[in-house]
């Protein structure tokens, strides 16, 4: 048997993939924490094959973030990301963290078991791409790199003056990113676009 740690915070997600588990001849529940800090000494304690790992969990720990030291540390141990973010970086983080394989959440059962399978199989499975999110009249693949950066920064309450101060740019070019924002999205104001980011969970504030 295949002995799984699962990284997840959300009770529904957690008892699916454990449901999934359960119906699979070659997988074992090992061990499971809602605290991507707790991983690495979850596989310290128990013999782990492969981790499940959410990437925003309790206590705002992140779970790419832990993918990268539990691969210092314990090389062998294969790491899925599974995710129902779509922050359009999350796939460029987890391969440079060294994550074997990446999902998101809204798949069947019978698809992550296949995943797994493949990933403990020595592949190495990853979407093309990130599913596009509709943010009022705009999809996400037309937000630039910037604008998601300053989109981050509003969310966590940052004000003009200090998203300038971080980006290293001027507060007029900050307005000019917000103002580009809303008039392609419709919303009346920043409050409303971040509100709904948020909702979707393509940005998660402080992560």
Not at 33 to 46: K, P
Not at 67 to 86: C, D, E, N, W, Y
Not at 151 to 165: F, H, N, P, Y
């Amino acid at each position: 048997m295949i002995n799984v740690l699962l990284v997840e915070d959300r009770k529904m997600s957690r008892d699916s993939m454990i449901g999934y588990m359960k119906g699979s001849d070659r997988y074992k529940l090992a061990a499971q924490t809602s605290n991507a800090g707790m991983a690495e000494l979850l596989c310290m304690q128990n013999r782990i094959d492969l981790i499940l790992m959410d990437v925003c969990t309790a206590n705002n720990e992140d779970g790419i973030e832990a993918t990268a030291a539990i691969k210092r540390h314990f090389p062998g141990v294969k790491v899925i990301i599974v995710t129902g973010m779509t922050t359009i970086d999350l796939l460029e983080r987890a391969k440079a963290a060294g994550a074997d394989s990446f999902w998101y959440k809204e798949i069947e059962g019978d698809e992550l078991l296949d995943v797994m399978d493949r990933t403990m199989d020595g592949e190495h499975i990853y979407p093309d791409k990130t599913p596009h999110v509709q943010i009022g009249n705009m999809s996400s693949a037309e937000i630039s790199g910037r604008e998601l950066e300053v989109l981050r920064l509003m969310a966590e309450g940052s004000t003009d003056g200090a998203i300038a101060e971080k980006l290293c740019v001027s507060v007029a070019a900050v307005r000019y990113h917000v103002t580009q924002l809303l008039q392609k999205t419709g919303y009346e104001n920043r409050v409303r676009l971040i509100a709904d980011l948020i909702n979707k969970d393509f940005i998660v504030p402080g992560l």
